[in-house]
């Protein structure tokens, strides 16, 4: 597992704030992008506005070619008119793969036993990284998760950067 933060003196580069707008901009930003080869894939995109500063938190799942398994990464954006931090939490699964979505789906398939549909109908509307999916075996989306709740319920801004100008776009 590994923590990040970068800090950034030039105004972030979102469409806005509005979430479909970010999701949007995120998942066509992940569609188009190969960085040496990786395969990146948007799990979800928020906006979080009960934190200090508007936080852009986005989560992804990242494979590299010849790893094993995926790394899951979560980051926290807080962003001003001017400036902009992120919050950069990453875990990998390692050799062991697979873990989360088996576990998930036996828990899913459990809750559903008295559905009359079919096992094809049934798992389309299944999500492995769903979270409510999280668990207390830890897997890596679970950990990241985690960590980002709390950094955001944990994160303390001075007084001086607050009444900065906010990003408005």
């Not at 080869?37 to 986005?58: F, Y």
């Not at 798992?123 to 769903?130: E, G, V």
């Not at 679970?142 to 950067?161: F, K, N, Q």
Request: glycine share 4%; charged share 20%; proline share 6%.
């Amino acid at each position: 597992m590994g923590l990040a933060v970068q800090w950034k003196p030039s105004p972030p580069d979102f469409p806005s704030l509005g979430e479909d707008e970010l999701r949007q901009a995120y998942q066509a930003y992940t569609a188009e992008s190969s960085i040496d080869g990786q395969q990146i894939r948007a799990l979800s995109v928020t906006v979080r506005r009960d934190t200090p500063l508007p936080a852009v938190c986005t989560l992804t799942q990242v494979r590299s070619p010849g790893d094993h398994g995926y790394a899951y990464v979560g980051v926290i954006t807080l962003v001003l008119a001017e400036c902009w931090w992120a919050i950069k939490v990453q875990s990998s699964e390692g050799n062991v793969t697979g873990m989360r979505e088996a576990v998930a789906l036996d828990r899913f398939l459990q809750e559903h036993t008295d559905s009359e549909q079919s096992m094809e109908e049934l798992t389309s509307k299944f999500d492995p990284y769903d979270e409510q999916w999280d668990s207390e075996l830890l897997d890596s989306l679970t950990v990241v998760r985690r960590s980002m709740y709390r950094v955001l319920t944990s994160l303390e801004v001075v007084p001086a950067v607050r009444q900065a100008a906010p990003f408005l776009q």
